[in-house]
C-alpha cells in the first residue's frame, strides 16, 4: 500500500456542488460500480495502493464483521488474484477498514459510506447489511479493470450509497424446474453482489411439490416425482425415469443461513388456493373431487384446488408452520394467482358452502380462503404476500400484494392502501428472451432485452406522490418450464439482474442507459471471474441478408445495444479485436460460399460478444429457419426445445403452439421447383384448459397428418403436400422434399401440419427453396 495525496476538503467541496438540478442529465460515472452508487465524488487526485498482505481490519471486532471481511478477502482474491489479510485486531490505519458505528452519516440499516484517501480505504455503516454492501462496492472498485490481476490502484474519492428501495428481489420457481442447493448457493452470492436482498423462493406449484413437510411425507414421496415428458427425458437420463427434486429441512436451514450471512431474505411461496395439483396428487382429500391427479407434466393453468374447507385450511395451517420454523422471513408468500375455479363451480359442496358464508361468488370464496390463512400468519407475527388475484376477493388489510399481470394490480392496491412489490409481466418475466437471435434458447419470443428492464419504471405514473411509500420495489421473475438446467438459469438471468439491480436500488433521476452500458464491461470481467454463465445477447452480432447486384449478397451486421465494435473474419479465423472492423454493409459473392465470423469489442479490445459464425451463399437468402417465419395466429407463441437427441444438443422451434402453421411472407419463389422443409415432432402440447380451447385441429385422414403448403394465403392453392407418417417414425428431426409448380414472383406461402396440436406438435425447423 502507497499513501496517495490527501484531499479531503476538495472532495468535501466537490461533494457538496454535486447536488443537481431534476432537469440536469446525471454525470458519467467516475467508477464501474453497479448499482450506481447514490453519490459517488473522486477525488482530483491521488491513489491508494492495495498490495498482497494488506490488511483488512474490523471494528468492532465480532462474528458479524469478521464474517463480512472473510467474505470481501475471498472475493478479492478468487476474482483479482489478490490477496488480503484480515488483521489481528480493530486498526484504524489498515489498509482496508470496516466499521460500525452507530453515528455513521448514512442512510438507513443499508446505507454506506465509502472513502478512499489518506492512503487507506475506509467503509462506515450503522448496521451490518451496509458494511457487506460497503464492501461489494470496494470489491467492485478492485474489479473495474477487466482482466487485471494482482496488487491494484484506487482513485481517492468518497461514495455515499443507500438502496432506493428495501425490497430488490429475484423470484426463483424450482417446482417446474428444481437447482440444487450448491446452484441456488452460487445463485445467493450473485445477487448479493448486485445488492439485491429477497429470493422469493417458488416452492409449490402443479408440477411438483419441493419442501419437505415432516408432518406430510406424502408431498415429497409422491408430489416431488413427476413423470418426464418432453426435453425432461434428457435431465432423467430416459422417459420412463421420473423427474423428482426436493429440498430437506437441512437444506433449506443450511440456505437460509447462507442467505442471510448475505444479507438475503428467502421468502418461501406455498401456492394457495390453486397450482396445488402435486399437494392433491400427494394428499386426494385435499382436493375438491377426492380424485389423485397425476402430479402435472403440462405447463399452463391447472384446474386441481385445495377445497376451501376446514381440513385444508388446517393442512395448510400445519404446513406454515413448518414453513415459519424454517423461514425467518417477515413475509410469507402465499400465490393466489390463476386459481380457475371450475372445480369450485362443479362441487356441490363446495357451493353450499358458499353459501352458508354467504359469499357472492367463488371469487370472494378465495378471498375467505386467503384471509384464514392471513390471519393465521399474522396470528404468528408475520405478513401475507401474494400475486395480485388475491385483490379480486376481498383481501386482508396488511396484505401485500405482488403485481404480475401488468402493472394495474399495483396500482389498485396501492390506492386502496395495501404495500405492493412490483413483478409485471411481460417486462419483469425472465422467461421472455432478451433478444430475437436465433440461438436463444427456448422461452417466449416476445423480447425483454436488457434495455426493458433498465427502463422499467418501479413507480407506475398513476401512483402518486403520497401512495409510492406503498411500493417496496421491484423483483425479476425466473419461471422455468423453459429452462431445464442452472446454465440456462443463468442465461435468463445475467446480465438482466444487472439492470434490475440498478432500477430498485439508484436514484431514479441517476438513471441513465448509455452511463450503466460504459459500466456492464467491467461486470461481464467480473460475471466471468466469478464463473457466471451469462448472456452476451445485448452485444451479440446479427446477420441481416440481403439481394445484392449481380448474384451478390450484402449482409449488414449489428448488435442490439450498438455498444463496442464488430470485428469479422471470412477466412474461418475467431474473429479478435485486431481484426477486420465492421463499418459497412458487406457485398458477398453469392455463386461461393463465405463463412462469416463476427464478435463485438469494447475500445479497449475486451471482448462484449463471442463470435458468431453464418455461413453465407446464394442459398442463404432462400432458407427460412421457424424464427424468421410469422406465425398465422399469435396465440400460444413459444420458442420450445426438441425432446431429442437425449443428450448433447437438441434443436429449438418459434411457433403457435395451438395453430401448426407458419407463414413465409414475400418468399422468392420465381424459378423454384424445389422445396425442403426439416421437421421435429415434439410428444407432447402444453395447452390446457382455456389456453386448450383456443387449439386449431385440422382434421387428415393421413396417419400422422401431411405438411401442407398453401400459395398466397393459408386458404390458397394447395402447392404441396407432404405425408409426415415416414417422419413420425423417427424421434430426430426429418427434412421432407416437394416439386413446386412453376411460380413467377415473390408469394407468400402458408405451411400447415393438419393434425391435433393436443396430440403432439409438428414443428418446422427450416424451410429452404431450390431451382
Ligand atoms: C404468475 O405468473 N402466475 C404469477
Known amino acids: 500500500m502507497t499513501r496517495g495525496i490527501h484531499l479531503p476538503l476538495l472532495a468535501a467541496l466537490l461533494l457538496s456542488c454535486a447536488a443537481r438540478t431534476a432537469a440536469a442529465p446525471p454525470a458519467a460515472s467516475p467508477w464501474s460500480v453497479i448499482p450506481r452508487p447514490a453519490r459517488m465524488q473522486p477525488a482530483a487526485h491521488g491513489q491508494v495502493r492495495i498490495a498482497d498482505g494488506a490488511t483488512v481490519a474490523v471494528t468492532p471486532d465480532t462474528s458479524a464483521t469478521r464474517a463480512i471481511a472473510r467474505q470481501l478477502i475471498a472475493r478479492i482474491a478468487h476474482t483479482r488474484g489478490l490477496h488480503l489479510r484480515l488483521a489481528a485486531r480493530a486498526d484504524p490505519r489498515a489498509a482496508i477498514a470496516l466499521q460500525l458505528a452507530r453515528d455513521a452519516e448514512v442512510t438507513g440499516d443499508s446505507g454506506y459510506r465509502l472513502r478512499i484517501g489518506d492512503g487507506h480505504v475506509h467503509i462506515q455503516a450503522r448496521a451490518p447489511k451496509g458494511l457487506f454492501y460497503g464492501s461489494v462496492t470496494l470489491w467492485q472498485l478492485l474489479t473495474q479493470t477487466p482482466g487485471a490481476h494482482g496488487p491494484a490502484t484506487l482513485a481517492d474519492g468518497l461514495i455515499i450509497d443507500h438502496p432506493r428501495f428495501a425490497w430488490r428481489g429475484l423470484m426463483l420457481d ?9 446452484d441456488i448457493k452460487k445463485l445467493i452470492d450473485w445477487m448479493a453482489l448486485h445488492k439485491l ?3 422469493h423462493w417458488h416452492l409449490t406449484d402443479d408440477q411438483g411439490w419441493r419442501l419437505q413437510i415432516k408432518r406430510y411425507p406424502e408431498l415429497t414421496r409422491i408430489g416431488a416425482c413427476r413423470k418426464a415428458v418432453g426435453p425432461d427425458a434428457a435431465l432423467t437420463g430416459s422417459p420412463d425415469k421420473p423427474y423428482c427434486g426436493f429440498y430437506t429441512q437441512a437444506q433449506v436451514r443450511d440456505l437460509v443461513r447462507y442467505a442471510q450471512q448475505r444479507f438475503v431474505t428467502i421468502v418461501p411461496e406455498i401456492e394457495i388456493p390453486g397450482h396445488a395439483q402435486a399437494a392433491i396428487a400427494s394428499y386426494p382429500e385435499l382436493g375438491v373431487t377426492g380424485q389423485r391427479p397425476p402430479v402435472s407434466t403440462n405447463w399452463g393453468i391447472n384446474t386441481w384446488l385445495y ?24 413475509y410469507i408468500h402465499v400465490g393466489g394467482d390463476e386459481a380457475a375455479k371450475d372445480q369450485w363451480q362443479a362441487s356441490p359442496a363446495v357451493q353450499a358452502q358458499m353459501k352458508k358464508l354467504g359469499l357472492k361468488d367463488e371469487n370472494a370464496l378465495q378471498g375467505w380462503m386467503i384471509g384464514k390463512i392471513g390471519a393465521y400468519l399474522d396470528a404468528h407475527h408475520r405478513r401475507l404476500i401474494g400475486w395480485d388475484e388475491i385483490l379480486e376477493g376481498g383481501v386482508p388489510a396488511d396484505a401485500t400484494v405482488m403485481s404480475w399481470r401488468g402493472v394495474k394490480g399495483a396500482i389498485e392496491a396501492a390506492h386502496a392502501g ?41 413507480i407506475p405514473d398513476a401512483i402518486d406522490a403520497s401512495q409510492a411509500r406503498h411500493v417496496l420495489g421491484a423483483q425479476l421473475d425466473l419461471w422455468t418450464e423453459y429452462m431445464p438446467t442452472f446454465a440456462r438459469d443463468q442465461h435468463a438471468i445475467f446480465p438482466r439482474l444487472a439492470a434490475l439491480a440498478e432500477v430498485v436500488w439508484s436514484p431514479a433521476d441517476s438513471h441513465d442507459w448509455s452511463d450503466f452500458l460504459h459500466r456492464m464491461p467491467a461486470q461481464l470481467a467480473r460475471y466471468r471471474a466469478l464463473g457466471i454463465d451469462y448472456a452476451d445477447s445485448a452485444w451479440a452480432p446479427r446477420f441481416a441478408l440481403s439481394a445484392g447486384s449481380d448474384g451478390t449478397i450484402d449482409v449488414a451486421l449489428s448488435n442490439q445495444t450498438g455498444q463496442g465494435a464488430i470485428h469479422y473474419t471470412t477466412d474461418g479465423h475467431m474473429p479478435t479485436a485486431q481484426s477486420r472492423r465492421y463499418d459497412a454493409p458487406l457485398s458477398l459473392p453469392g455463386h461461393a460460399a463465405t463463412t462469416l465470423r463476427a464478435a463485438t469489442f469494447a475500445d479497449d479490445g475486451f471482448r462484449l460478444a463471442a463470435p458468431r459464425t453464418r455461413r453465407i451463399d446464394e442459398t442463404a437468402l432462400r432458407t427460412r429457419r421457424s424464427d424468421q417465419l410469422d406465425t398465422c395466429t399469435h396465440k ?7 425432446d431429442r437427441p437425449l443428450h448433447g444438443p437438441r434443436p429449438f422451434y418459434q411457433m403457435d403452439i395451438n395453430d401448426m402453421c407458419w407463414l413465409w411472407k414475400q418468399a422468392p419463389t420465381a424459378g423454384m421447383r424445389h422445396l425442403a422443409v426439416t421437421v421435429g415432432n415434439l410428444p407432447w402440447n402444453y395447452a390446457l384448459w382455456k389456453d386448450a380451447a383456443g387449439v386449431i385441429k385440422r382434421p387428415t385422414a393421413a396417419p400422422h397428418g401431411a405438411l401442407e403448403v398453401h400459395r398466397d394465403t393459408c386458404d390458397g392453392p394447395r402447392i404441396a403436400r407432404m405425408p409426415l407418417a415416414a417422419a413420425a417414425r423417427t424421434k430426430l428431426q426429418t427434412t421432407l422434399h416437394a416439386e413446386l409448380p412453376p411460380l413467377t414472383g415473390a408469394h407468400d406461402l402458408c405451411f400447415i401440419a393438419t393434425g391435433d396440436p393436443t396430440q403432439g406438435l ?10
Open 174 to 182: 424450482s417446482a417446474r424446474h428444481f437447482q440444487s442447493v450448491a
Open 197 to 199: 436482498d429477497v429470493l
Open 307 to 330: 377445497a376451501p374447507n376446514q381440513h385444508s385450511l388446517k393442512f395448510l395451517e400445519n404446513v406454515l408452520d413448518e414453513v415459519m420454523a424454517l423461514f425467518p422471513s417477515k
Open 418 to 458: 395495501h404495500d405492493v412489490v412490483l413483478s409485471p409481466s411481460p417486462v419483469l418475466y425472465l422467461d421472455h428472451l432478451q433478444s430475437d437471435a436465433p440461438d436463444e434458447p427456448a422461452g417466449r419470443p416476445q423480447v425483454e432485452s436488457l434495455k426493458d428492464i433498465y427502463d422499467f419504471n418501479p
Open 636 to 642: 400460444i407463441v413459444l420458442r420450445i426445445e426438441d
Open 762 to 771: 409438428w414443428a418446422i425447423g427450416n424451410v429452404k427453396l431450390s431451382p
